[in-house]
């Protein structure tokens, strides 16, 4: 007789998953959009990922997301961005590995720049091309590349913005939910009073109080506003599991209550809690998305992929800055919220047994 | 039901004392004022002497600090007066008067629209649960529900704006009216609905996608009930379980929703107002926050939340009526 393996709530949870193609297909969209971010320099660029310069090995194209990485060889010599033809003439025995697509996500690649190539077209002109896959912008900006390196905005959104709303709503949840009383009086409270100030009120008046709004503070404005319904239900979570056995075990064996809360409630309460982590991911991509559409996210440097809607507005007659970058907001939330359904059906036991 | 009602309102106001508190608090201390923010951006020439600066901000009050200036906004919210704009010179409340009607002329017509296609649509998907024309519709409606409304706004205008301008398909690209040489009443509101159709579109299809899936939802709960079970077993044809025994029980989540959608009834949408340029609600708000206009703020918060909290109650109280084993005791 084959012996039985009991596997954990987790593992049986991923095999539900699983099961299902278009959950796993948005996890897949999501895990190719990682990768897209963290090799966005090696994608789109016109800084070399690797070369040998005067008998070193230099990445410089690292400085795509942190200026201070530029080897600073580079800026005594006076590169001034342009590599391909400095590094040819002053040192004629370097050699580079460059990026995939030669163009950069904050200026317009010139004429001859790279051998062969074209200066990019600006204005109108910049219809999807054979050297500028998705158009370039007004100004001559490469649309692709600005879209590669807005990528980690995207999900930088998703993730910090609902982390930080994670926490805050987990431990005002497990708060007021496990200990009642006074404490679970005054934190609903607090929820509620939250809850009814319009988001998007609260939202602008908070993102125009800070002087420069950067792309780190959007997201804790989106984060600090997103907390109230992941509070409600680990709350009500906590509310229920507290008065459950293996609590009551917990604490005849004399767990104190920070220790029941961590290491005995919160295992058990997380699953129904991450599936409105999840679909606040979405909401959060698309709430940063329409900032900076409206013209209140982040300036300029950092390429979120609604300010390239926001260009899109004064020229409609260029299709093509709307398509893209709107079809890859699309497609993203579209694949937050495919995952969260999916967790959802995967984890909760009352639509499972239901599906037989 | 008197008591309910009395401990409800003495909550809710203590509610929105605390919201206004903080918008209050945020608006005045977001950069700039009213008076910097509308000169001295577009030409630094016309800055203000510091001498008329003073005097101008002691005229509006700008000079107390924000707490001792929140509870002099109050008394007079008190007596009635939002207090008047101070970047467009009238009365808040004329200002308010003047855009709830183009927002409700917006947001009432796509609720209905969507009502009276999300009822069938959330019927049909609960009747033909699992085929394969079931999986496609809800999958459809899934992806309606997760464009978003601004992508949609954009794509919209370059197809009806741009690509068809010059043919009888083509509509305005933003505003309310366009110039009319017959300014007679049929004319003027042909000329309105066409320039509504487009955010009336943009406003109706993600609601459509979110209320039938709710219907569903709530349809595929019901039906999993012992009495729906009862009811095949007696024989009730299945039509007549779908319409008869399990949608009336999902009237009582249906008609919370309906009293959750009074703010957004009002209130508008910024961010479909701001795109073509609808002079509603939203847009205003969204104006105000830009020139820093604190009364004008203020007043469309303290709307906002009285219609929020107004619309919860009214949820708590219709369920009452729907579903009698609840009370509000």
Not at chain 2, 197 to 220: D, G, K, N
Request: charged share 15%; net charge positive.
């Amino acid at each position: 007789m084959p012996e039985r393996v009991s596997h954990g709530f987790w593992f049986a949870a991923w095999r539900r998953y699983r099961r299902k193609p278009l959950a796993m297909a948005a996890l897949v969209f999501v895990c190719f959009l990682i990768g897209v971010a963290i090799l966005a320099p090696a994608i789109a660029g016109t800084k070399p990922v690797l070369c040998r310069y005067k008998g070193q090995i230099y990445a410089p194209c690292l400085s795509y997301f942190d200026r201070r990485l530029e080897p600073a060889i580079f800026v005594k010599d006076r590169f001034r961005g342009t590599y391909p033809q400095n590094l040819r003439e002053k040192d004629p025995e370097s050699w580079a590995i460059w990026p995939l697509v030669f163009q950069d996500p904050y200026r317009a690649v010139r004429d001859n720049e790279w051998p062969g190539r074209p200066a990019n077209p600006t204005k109108d002109e910049g219809h999807p091309n054979r050297f500028n896959l998705f158009g370039t912008d007004q100004y001559g900006v490469d649309v692709l590349a600005k879209m590669v390196h807005g990528t980690t905005v995207a999900l930088a959104v998703g993730f910090v913005s609902m982390g930080l709303a994670g926490t805050i709503g987990i431990v005002v949840g497990a708060l007021g939910g496990y200990f009642g009383g006074w404490i679970d009086m005054l934190l609903s409270r607090v929820t509620e009073v939250v809850m009814c100030i319009p988001t998007l009120v609260l939202i602008l008046a908070l993102v125009a109080f800070v002087d420069k709004p950067t792309i780190w503070k959007t997201m804790a404005i989106i984060g600090a506003t997103g907390w109230t319904g992941i509070a409600r239900l680990a709350r009500g979570e906590f509310l229920r599991l507290r008065s459950s056995e293996f609590v009551l075990a917990a604490r005849s064996a004399g767990a104190g209550p920070l220790r029941i809360m961590l290491r005995h409630i919160l295992p058990n309460a997380l699953a129904p809690v991450l599936v409105p982590i999840t679909f606040g991911i979405a909401s959060a991509i698309l709430t940063e998305s329409a900032l900076s559409f409206l013209g209140f996210g982040s300036p300029p440097p950092s390429a979120s992929w609604g300010a390239l809607l926001n260009d899109a507005r004064s020229n409609l007659s260029m299709w093509w800055l709307v398509a893209f970058p709107g079809i890859a907001i699309f497609l993203t939330v579209l694949a937050y919220n495919l995952i969260g359904e999916g967790l959802q059906e995967a984890t909760d036991p009352r639509l499972r047994e239901s599906r037989k | 039901m008197l008591n309910y009602m009395l401990r409800r309102l003495a909550i809710g106001l203590l509610t929105l004392l605390i919201i206004t508190g903080v918008i209050y608090g945020l608006a005045r201390s977001m950069p700039g004022t009213p008076l910097t923010v509308a000169l001295g951006e577009t030409d630094p020439s016309r800055k203000l002497n510091p001498a008329d600066l003073e005097r101008m901000k002691m005229a509006y009050g700008l000079d107390k600090p924000w707490y001792q200036a929140y509870f002099l906004w109050l008394g007079n919210v008190a007596q009635g007066d939002l207090g008047r704009s101070i970047s467009r010179k009238q009365p808040v409340t004329t200002l308010i008067g003047e855009r709830i009607g183009p927002t409700l002329a917006l947001s009432a017509t796509a609720l209905l629209l969507t009502w009276a296609m999300a009822v069938p649509l959330g019927l049909y998907a609960s009747a033909r649960s699992g085929m394969p024309d079931e999986r496609a519709t809800s999958f459809l409606l899934y992806v309606l529900y997760s464009f978003p409304t601004f992508v949609a706004a954009l794509f919209l205008q370059i197809i009806f704006a741009v690509w068809l301008r010059g043919t009888p398909w083509e509509l305005p690209l933003f505003g309310m009216t366009g110039d009319l040489v017959d300014p007679s009443w049929a004319a003027r509101l042909a000329d309105v609905a066409r320039h509504a159709i487009l955010p009336v579109l943009c406003q109706t299809y993600v609601s459509l996608a979110w209320y039938s899936r709710f219907i569903h939802s709530t349809m595929e709960e019901v039906v999993r009930q012992d009495y729906i079970r009862t009811a095949r077993a007696k024989g009730a044809g299945p039509w007549r379980v779908l319409f008869h025994h399990a949608f009336r029980n999902t009237l009582i989540p249906l008609v919370t929703l309906l009293g959750l959608s009074l703010p957004s009834l009002l209130g508008g949408s910024v961010i479909i107002e701001q795109i073509f340029t609808w002079p509603g609600m939203g847009r205003l708000f969204f104006e105000s926050i830009r020139e820093r206009d604190y009364p004008t703020i203020m007043g469309l918060t303290l709307l906002f939340s009285v219609l929020t909290l107004a619309g919860q109650l009214l949820a708590d109280l219709l369920y009452c009526v729907v579903d009698p084993r609840v009370s509000v005791e």
